[in-house]
């Protein structure tokens, strides 16, 4: 029989043993958690640097998906503050990624073939100021194309205020059905407008309808107008509402294959997915930047120099989303970036390139009002120290100088 100190020895041991089997499990708990911790905390960097359109459309995905759950606590938590979404993005991806989509200039205008079956529908979009407007004459000036200018002015500058009506506007322009915009303003909008694009808007039963040559032309007016120096006023008096039932039929004729945009009031690319995802259109979208120096001096003459911050930040949102192949590879085809200083600097293979990515041959008119219409290029002045700050991963990403 063992003595009574040898039983408590042996006792002592085997308390010390599970002492330490249990030490060891606390710090695995311990490493396993921090890691945890390391993963989700990385796991929201990655979150909140994607763009912040897109995050909220996310997040009102899953409130959606959970609205039954009884684990949904409150329908109005956020996933990290809504406040958030206002700081300014971060660069989160790099020039390698965008390579792809940044249109380069191509010197050989080589013949087309248009593609057959689906109805095309192409998209010129930019800030006011960006340029978009004149790389849009590259269609606006052929004779067999259908190019409204801003269709979306009735809903205001916000470009996220009225989403829904704005999607649903452009595809049914690619399905040549026009809304009839006094319509819109009783069931939709419930108020007239007060601003002078919105009145203009229902006096010519489309908007700004003296940017499109085809829309200044018989058979909308009795003799052709020009979209350089014809005012609003004037091409009412002369020409009258536009008729939708006519420009439906002229939308439809097969001598007009061509239909495009130029959009403004659409400005984040994640939104113009939904208008992508119609399995019967053929969507392209050339979407036209500019260097932050030149659209800085565009907005002070037109007294919105304050307004350079907010254009540097879609910008990058934009560029981030795109760099994202995760969430952006339906673009991958169907979207391209022009620098306006490239496009300027060598109009001639650049018009080229935008024939070749819209799937059209070219036409002797473009380059007639091109050189008709040459801009001169005066050089841009340099960003004050707080907006290169603002501006600085634009700046990066596209390689502008400052």
């Known amino acids: 029989m063992k003595s009574e100190p040898t039983i408590y020895l042996i006792l002592f041991y085997i308390s010390l043993f599970f002492g330490f089997i249990f030490i060891i499990s606390i710090r695995e708990q311990n490493d396993s958690g921090a890691q945890s911790q390391a993963a989700l905390d990385a796991s929201t960097r990655k979150w909140k640097q994607l763009p912040s359109d897109f995050r909220k459309i996310v997040w009102q995905i899953k409130k959606i998906e959970k609205d039954d759950s009884e684990d949904f606590e409150d329908e109005d938590t956020d996933f990290d503050d809504i406040t958030e979404f206002e700081v300014s993005p971060s660069i989160s991806t790099t020039r390698e990624d965008l390579q792809h989509f940044l249109l380069k200039k191509d010197p050989s205008p080589d013949q087309v073939t248009p593609k057959e079956g689906k109805k095309t529908l192409n998209l010129i979009i930019g800030d006011q100021y960006s340029g978009a407007g004149y790389i849009s004459q590259v269609l606006n000036q052929r004779n067999d194309a259908l190019v409204l200018f801003e269709p979306l002015g009735l809903y205001g500058q916000g470009s996220e205020k009225d989403l829904e009506m704005k999607i649903k506007t452009i595809q049914q322009f690619g399905h040549c059905a026009f809304p009839i915009l006094s319509d819109v303003v009783r069931n939709h909008l419930k108020k007239q407008p007060v601003s002078w694009t919105g009145k203009s808007c229902l006096e010519h ?173 005066k050089p841009d002045k340099y960003l004050k120290s707080g907006q290169r700050t603002a501006c600085k991963g634009l700046l990066h990403l596209l390689e502008y100088t400052q």
């Open 205 to 377: 039963n489309m908007c700004f309808r003296h940017r499109s040559k085809i829309l200044l032309a018989p058979p909308f007016c009795p003799v052709e107008m020009s979209t350089e120096h014809s005012k609003l006023s004037q091409v009412l008096e002369t020409c009258g509402p536009v008729s939708l039932s006519v420009l439906m039929q002229l939308c439809k004729s097969p001598d007009y294959p061509i239909k495009a945009a130029r959009l403004t009031r659409l400005s984040s690319l994640h939104e113009l997915q939904h208008i992508a995802g119609d399995e019967a259109l053929d969507v392209k979208i050339l979407y036209v930047i500019r260097d932050p120096a030149g659209m800085n001096q565009s907005l002070i003459k037109s007294k919105k120099s304050t307004e350079l911050e907010a254009y540097c930040y879609q910008t990058l949102s934009n560029l981030n989303y795109l760099g994202n192949k995760l969430i952006s590879s339906w673009a991958e085809d169907r979207v391209r970036i022009v620098k306006l200083e490239d496009f300027r600097s060598n109009q001639a293979d650049y018009i080229n390139s935008i024939n070749k990515f819209f799937d059209i041959n070219e036409q002797p008119e473009v380059r007639k009002w091109f050189a008709k219409n040459l801009k001169e290029v």
